[in-house]
Structures are given as structure tokens and as C-alpha cells.
């Protein structure tokens, strides 16, 4: 069984940055993807953004140039950098894994762009 736990979200005013963590039950380098998704209210869950086990990384059109994934090989630790936040970009972010053909998701954690 994969736990996935993420941190970091909060409340940030328009412009502002935040730094989302997420922390796998087992090593990520066991994983084929690991990667970020957000649900708005009323709005379907979407990808943010994802990085391959090989490095290679994707990300949302409307999340270009505003964040970035990234792992910490030392802390076993999967993030996801944000900077120039708007209002559209509250929602929940969930991490998640894939393994072979199974997708694990975290609980999630809110992200409030408000001022």
C-alpha cells in the first residue's frame, strides 16, 4: 500500500508564491509519475503538473513559467513550487503516483489565492 501526504498549502494573496510538499510511504523512485493535481470547486480535477522517474517533467499550460516539480533524492520528497498565484488557482492539490498500472492519490491540501 502507497500513502501519499501532502503539506504546504494554505492562504496566499494574488501574486504570491507557495511551495507544496509531498511525502511518499515508499521511495518515488520506485514510481513511473509522480505529479500534481487540483480540483476547484465545481470543476473537474486537472493536472498541474508531473515527473517522469527518468526526470522528465509536464506541465499545465496554465501553469507554465509559474511552477516547477521537483524531488529531493535525500528526503524522499516530491514538491511543487509555485509562484505568481491567482484567484483561479484556489482549489485542493492532490499529490499522486503511478506504479505499473495502480494510480495512488494523497488526501489532499487546500490552496486559497485571496486577498
Known amino acids: 500500500q502507497v500513502q501519499l501526504v501532502e503539506s504546504g498549502g494554505g492562504l496566499v494573496q494574488p501574486g504570491g508564491s507557495l511551495l507544496l510538499s509531498c511525502a511518499p510511504s515508499r521511495s518515488f523512485r520506485i514510481f513511473n509519475t509522480m505529479g500534481w493535481y487540483r480540483q476547484a470547486p465545481g470543476k473537474e480535477r486537472e493536472l498541474v503538473a508531473s515527473i517522469t522517474i527518468g526526470g522528465n517533467t509536464n506541465y499545465a499550460d496554465s501553469m507554465k513559467g509559474r511552477c516547477t516539480i521537483s524531488r529531493d533524492n535525500g528526503k524522499n520528497m516530491v514538491y511543487l513550487q509555485m509562484n505568481g498565484l491567482k484567484p483561479e488557482d484556489t482549489a485542493v492539490y492532490y499529490c499522486?503516483?503511478?506504479?505499473?498500472?495502480?494510480?495512488?492519490w494523497g488526501k489532499g491540501t487546500l490552496v486559497t489565492v485571496s486577498s
Open positions: 499522486t503516483a503511478r506504479l505499473s498500472a495502480m494510480d495512488y
